[in-house]
């Protein structure tokens, strides 16, 4: 099974998301947490199952929050570049990835 491996601001991504949710209501926050660990199950399974993104990216939309995995896959290592909010600016992200 592949590797994940988070991009600096996308793991600050996860930890403010988790913080915002856990704020709401406690079990939402572990929802988010179920969640974001089953999407990452997921990727690692299978990473070229979902779909093109932008900027060369992939990217797995997350069923109950409002976000997406970016990820690339380098490798035997996934590299995810964002947490994406889906009602945020479209590629915001772009400039963390490296060639």
Do not use: C
């Not at 099974?1 to 079990?27: F, G």
């Not at 409002?66 to 896959?73: H, N, R, S, T, W």
Request: proline share 5%; hydrophobic share 35%.
């Amino acid at each position: 099974m592949l590797e994940i491996e988070y991009h600096p601001e996308a793991r600050l991504e996860v930890i403010e998301a988790d913080q915002w949710y856990s704020e709401i209501d406690e079990q939402v926050g572990e929802q988010f947490k179920i969640e974001l660990a089953r999407s990452e199950g997921q990727v690692k399974r299978n990473p070229e199952t979902w779909g093109r993104y932008l900027h060369g990216t992939q990217a797995f939309r997350f069923r109950r929050f409002p976000f997406v995995l970016a990820y690339i896959q380098r490798g035997d290592q996934l590299f995810v570049v964002a947490l994406a909010h889906t009602r945020r600016k479209p590629g915001y992200w772009k400039n963390r990835i490296k060639p």
